[in-house]
């Protein structure tokens, strides 16, 4: 069983940044995908980021382009989301989740298709 820990929330005013990590333990890291959730008040979970197992083929959402990189370190079971440019609308809870997969394809980014899920980290943008 897969096991995920999420750090790094916090509250930062508009135009800065944060990292989020995501410690996996329980299970072979380099074969799952992985993925960065959000969910906003009011608002059901939707994807912010994901990658591949093998680190290529990263997928953001429109709303984050060119403001959040992921990445992952598989030598450290450790994927991260670097969050620049903060701004309000990216308050919300940040969870992060993974499947199994022998593809090294785009990742999935459909919340269904993600077996493991972590807690959550609060991230709260200040305007």
């Not at 997928?59 to 670097?82: E, H, P």
Request: proline content about 5%; hydrophobic content about 30%.
């Amino acid at each position: 069983q897969v096991q995920l820990v999420e750090s790094g929330g916090g509250l930062v005013q508009a135009g800065g940044s944060l990292r989020l990590s995501c410690a996996a333990s329980g299970g072979t890291f380099s074969s799952l995908a992985m993925g960065w959730f959000r969910a906003a008040p009011g608002k059901e979970r939707g994807i912010v980021s994901a990658i591949s197992r093998i680190r290529g083929s990263p997928y953001y959402a429109d709303s984050v382009k060119g403001r959040f990189t992921i990445s992952r370190d598989n030598a450290k079971n450790t994927m991260y989301l670097q969050m620049n440019s903060l701004k309000p609308e990216d308050t919300a809870v940040y969870y992060c989740a993974a499947y199994y997969t022998g593809s090294i394809y785009p990742p999935k980014i459909n919340p269904s298709d993600y077996s493991y899920w972590g807690q959550g980290t609060q991230v709260t943008v200040s305007s």
